[in-house]
């Protein structure tokens, strides 16, 4: 047996489940998804050996339409998406990240004795929940954007 000291917070689950709702503000959600959208068309684009030598939109056609030219649109509307995105979403993050010290901060502290196995469950789950979340809408989106906006540089050089 060993002493173990834990951190308790009665309304962490529900501080938490409002930080995620919280994270769903419509012009954040549209941001995050156009970035995805334009990230992915880059990388699906650069996987699949995209050549788009004659291009048609709206019935115009762009005879001279090169390989760069395309990548240069796609890095400026990710780099736009990507702007908008962290401009919009840090403040959200920034709140998430005090809320999470906060919780730490007002915890009731107490220690007791464990087998040295013990995990404890509900504190792993919240753990886990928040990290999920912070990396799914906040480091996902960013880390994805920046890889799309290295190809795409690499590509047109």
């Known amino acids: 047996m060993r002493e173990k ?24 959600q549209l941001t ?8 992915f068309i880059l990388l699906f684009s650069y996987l699949t050996k995209v050549n788009p030598e004659k291009a048609a939109f709206l019935g115009l056609k762009f005879d001279e339409f090169q390989e760069s030219h395309y990548y240069i649109v796609l890095i400026g509307l990710l780099v736009y998406f990507l702007s908008a995105f962290i401009v919009y979403a840090y403040p ?16 009731t502290i107490f220690t007791k ?5 013990h995990i404890e469950l509900p504190r792993l789950k919240l753990d886990f929940q928040y ?22 540089v690499i590509k047109i050089v």
């Open 131 to 152: 990290k999920f979340w912070l990396g799914f809408h906040y480091y996902f989106p960013v880390v994805i954007a920046v890889i799309a906006l290295i190809i795409g």
């Open 92 to 107: 959200k993050y920034k709140l998430a990240l005090s809320k999470k010290d906060q919780i730490s901060k007002n915890a």
């Open 113 to 117: 004795p464990v087998k040295w196995y």
């Open 32 to 39: 995050r998804r156009n970035l995805l959208i334009v990230s």
């Open 5 to 28: 000291t834990y951190r308790y917070t009665p309304k962490e689950p529900e501080i938490i489940d409002s930080l995620i709702e919280g994270s769903y503000v419509r012009y954040i």
